[in-house]
């Protein structure tokens, strides 16, 4: 069974740092496009960003130039570096898998979330 684990969520202060990770078992992790999204409280949940098989990256606006997203094959992992944070970046942060990378969804898969909070 496909399991996505993420972890380092935690309370940062604005302008702190974090770095998320999810690991992913019982899947050929280098073909799936992998993904980070954010569901704030009374809020609907938001793409953050994602990575496809081939590496390239996507970014919702209100995170480029502060988050990244970088991918380990070997490792199975995914990850999250979150630069710069803010108040507005608190949220329960989910991991996801798709696959194919493009075109109808055959198969997704959701972690399930690690809190951020950005407070002083």
């Known amino acids: 069974q496909v399991q996505l684990v993420e972890s380092g969520g935690g309370l940062v202060q604005p302008g702190g740092s974090l770095r998320l990770s999810c690991a992913a078992s019982e899947m050929v992790f280098r073909i799936y496009r992998m993904g980070w999204y954010r569901q704030a409280p009374g809020k609907q949940r938001e793409l953050v960003a994602t990575i496809n098989s081939a590496g390239a990256t996507n970014y919702a606006d209100s995170v480029k130039g502060r988050f990244t997203i970088s991918r380990d094959n070997g490792k199975k992992t995914v990850y999250l570096q979150m630069n710069n944070l803010k108040p507005e970046d608190t949220a329960v942060y989910y991991c996801?898998?798709?696959?194919?990378?493009?075109?109808?969804?055959?198969?997704?898969?959701w972690g399930q979330g690690t809190q951020v909070t950005v407070s002083s």
């Open positions: 996801n898998a798709v696959f194919p990378d493009f075109g109808r969804v055959v198969y997704e898969y």
